[in-house]
T-cell receptor, first 114, second 111 residues
């Protein structure tokens, strides 16, 4: 059974803290994605990666960075958390060249920045 | 830029009804269209994937159709149950590995 896991289901952080969100997939997928989901705005792509050490900005990369040192792990970093980064964060993965394949999502991390 | 719209935004039906959720997209040059289910506070679970060369896909009580020329897809749920209550999202993939998502239809099936 395919699986995408995220390191935390819930996180509470203070403004200005550095925050790490981890995502791990066990499907040997090349492509990995980070989204945030907010009421009324839907899913918005933050960053994606199509290979180890490769990354591309999505629609809303400001205030975020990512790291992909190993194929199975894709980390999202909030360099200095702000209250407007309070959101649900979702990680996903898919095979490269997988235009006919589904995306697999993790369970999400709900982040609250105080 | 691809835009994906889902109508209605919310739907409440009694148990047992057959229902249709709609998804429309502006650019018909797509590789595939997926329907997902999301339970409150959870991630997305893929329900059905329709490839660009296909017209429909079925899984149990779910049937999804695709009409690329008109930029539309429908998700048909037969004999709805309270356990079907969730948000349903569609996503289209074109030209890259990045899907474009609709904002979803929130479905409540009451006993």
């Amino acid at each position: 059974d395919v699986k995408v896991t995220q390191s935390s289901r819930y996180l509470v952080k203070r403004t200005g803290e550095k925050v790490f969100l981890e995502c791990v997939q066990d499907m040997d997928h090349e492509n990995m994605f980070w989204y945030r989901q907010d009421p009324g705005l839907g899913l918005r792509l933050i960053y994606f990666s199509y290979d180890v050490k490769m990354k591309e900005k999505g629609d809303i990369p400001e205030g975020y960075s990512v790291s992909r040192e190993k194929k199975e792990r894709f980390s999202l970093i909030l360099e200095s958390a702000s209250t407007n980064q309070t959101s649900m964060y979702l990680c996903a993965s898919t095979e490269q060249g997988a235009r006919q394949e589904t995306q697999y999502f993790g369970p999400g991390t709900r982040l609250l920045v105080l | 830029k691809q835009e994906v719209t889902q109508i209605p935004a919310a739907l409440s039906v009694p148990e047992g009804e057959n229902l249709v959720l709609n998804c429309s997209f502006t650019d018909s040059a797509i590789y595939n269209l997926q329907w997902f289910r999301q339970d409150p506070g959870k991630g997305l679970t893929s329900l059905l994937l329709i490839q660009s060369s296909q017209r429909e896909q079925t899984s149990g009580r779910l049937n999804a159709s695709l009409d690329k020329s008109s930029g539309r897809s429908t998700l048909y749920i037969a004999a709805s149950q309270p356990g079907d209550s969730a948000t349903y999202l569609c996503a289209v993939l074109r030209g890259s590995y990045i899907p474009t998502f609709g904002r979803g239809t929130s479905l409540i099936v009451h006993p």
